[in-house]
């Protein structure tokens, strides 16, 4: 055990730009978790009242809850991205006498590794995001002036122990994947992304549960007003989820129906088909934070909207609870918009960079530097339009419902606007990591590409 534990630390060494994207979606995500715990540290300090413990405990169980389950589905399709792309070595190691369970006793050691280091490192930035949380609760008056900031033990308890329990979660469950592949197979370093019953039956129950919620949104919560929003709101967050553990599949799909168009673009067309098959995984990680950033974004945000319009036609002033609640909803909007994009940059860029040899080898065999950015450009947009489809399919779940409830119409008079922003956002992010990414690599010439 020891002399793995000193391989994995070697591998960090050695090896740290690559696990350089695990780490900072693990130090973004201990510090959003952290920052939202220390809520529930706050409420349990002393000569707080019951309506800021209500707030407090609201806002650190049900936002911070949901920002878990965020960063654990984060940390495991990141972590899973680099395991794969390290097939080669894996296969090596396996060739040199190492046992599967001796590699996944490596990866995971290297995860925890990297885990603890990034949460250590989240304390500082959560303190201060969380005082400014509890500022801008003061502020609008749903929490006493007088209330202390707390960060203490269940901050760091529930920020280490997501951190830590996601990153080997996520390990063990790539490892198994990966050293149960043959040596052939590895070193051809290609991969279909097959659907199999470990992504069918997690992403079944959660889309189940989608559904469930906005059925049950528009029939047993017609009646109760605000009281449906929560359920509302979760229905696009499960089905967002549930729609991106299926991305491979989904891509897939999505390379079946525009094959033909792009085989005739010529050849980036036809490189880019041949790409999304032969590494639909590699693509499927960029397609996975599209859709729970578009889905979530444009559930939540609609939803809030409606809520508003509702408040205004019925001539009431805008209650405390309804302030509560907006900021809730604009909190988990910003939390979504910031940590999708960190997840989808950081899966670009890692996915751009390691093709560095593939560009290399394009380019000998006669491809242009040219042909190379117009085939990442193509994938990129394929991508894009995928995943912003899908996740407005998502965000209807929660839409449509909620106009039910509280316009008593099925399609809702909203601003268009708001979802051409989402997607500006999502198509701005994507281009701009995969296209700049892949022109600094076809900087290097290509022989040393290959040679690297």
């Known amino acids: ?115 603890v280091a990034a949460a250590v490192l989240a304390v500082g930035p959560s303190y201060l995001l969380g005082r400014a949380l509890l500022g801008l609760l003061t502020d609008t008056g749903q929490v006493g002036a007088g ?15 997501i951190t830590v329990l996601s990153a080997v979660i996520g390990a063990l469950w790539t490892a198994r994947h990966a050293t149960g592949r043959s040596v052939a197979a590895s070193l051809a ?14 992403a079944g129950v959660l889309l189940t549960g989608g559904l469930y919620l906005g059925v049950l949104t528009v029939t047993a919560f017609r009646d109760k007003g605000t009281d449906a929003m ?20 989904l891509v897939r799909a999505a390379t079946a129906l525009t094959g033909r168009v792009l085989r005739g673009r010529g050849v980036s067309g036809y490189l880019t088909v041949q790409h999304l098959r032969q590494r639909t995984s590699q693509a499927a990680g960029a397609l996975m934070p599209i859709i729970v950033f ?50 989808l940059i950081n899966t670009l860029v890692a996915s751009t960079t390691y093709r560095r040899g593939e560009f290399g080898r394009l380019r000998l065999a006669g491809a242009t530097p040219r042909q190379v950015l117009g085939m990442v450009r193509t994938e990129s947009l394929l991508i894009v339009a995928t995943g912003t489809v899908l996740g407005t399919l998502a965000g209807s779940v929660t839409v449509l419902p909620y106009s039910v409830v509280r316009a008593d119409r099925w399609i809702p008079d909203l601003p268009l606007w708001i979802l051409l922003g989402i997607i500006t956002i999502a198509v701005t992010a994507t281009l701009g990591a995969a296209l700049g990414t892949a022109r600094r690599m076809l900087r290097t010439p290509a022989v040393d590409s290959v040679a690297l």
């Open 1 to 115: 055990m020891r002399a793995l534990l000193w391989l994995a630390w070697a591998s960090l060494r050695r090896r740290a730009g690559s696990f350089a994207g695990s780490f900072l979606v693990l130090f973004f995500g201990a510090t959003m978790v952290m920052s939202f715990a220390s809520m529930l540290d706050t409420s349990r300090g002393t000569g707080v009242d019951a309506t800021s413990v209500e707030t407090l405990t609201t806002m650190g169980g049900v936002v911070g809850g949901w920002g878990m389950c965020l960063v654990v589905f984060a940390v495991v399709s990141t972590l899973g991205l680099s395991v794969r792309q390290r097939a080669a070595e894996t296969a090596l190691l396996k060739s040199a006498g190492a046992t599967p369970a001796q590699i996944t006793r490596m990866i995971v050691g290297e995860a925890a590794l990297v885990s």
């Open 147 to 161: 209330t202390a900031f707390a960060f203490g033990t269940i901050a760091l308890l529930v920020g280490f122990g």
């Open 189 to 202: 370093d290609a991969d279909p992304g097959r659907m199999t019953w470990k992504r069918l039956v997690p």
């Open 230 to 249: 929560p359920i509302a709101a979760q229905a696009s967050i499960l089905t967002s989820m549930g729609l991106a553990i299926l991305a491979p599949g």
């Open 294 to 343: 578009t889905g979530i974004g444009t559930g939540v945000l609609y939803l809030q909207l409606i809520e508003d319009r509702a408040v205004a036609a019925s001539g009431q002033l805008r209650s405390v609870e309804h302030q509560s609640i907006q900021t809730l909803n604009l909190v988990v909007i910003g939390m979504i918009v910031v940590f999708a994009c960190i997840m």
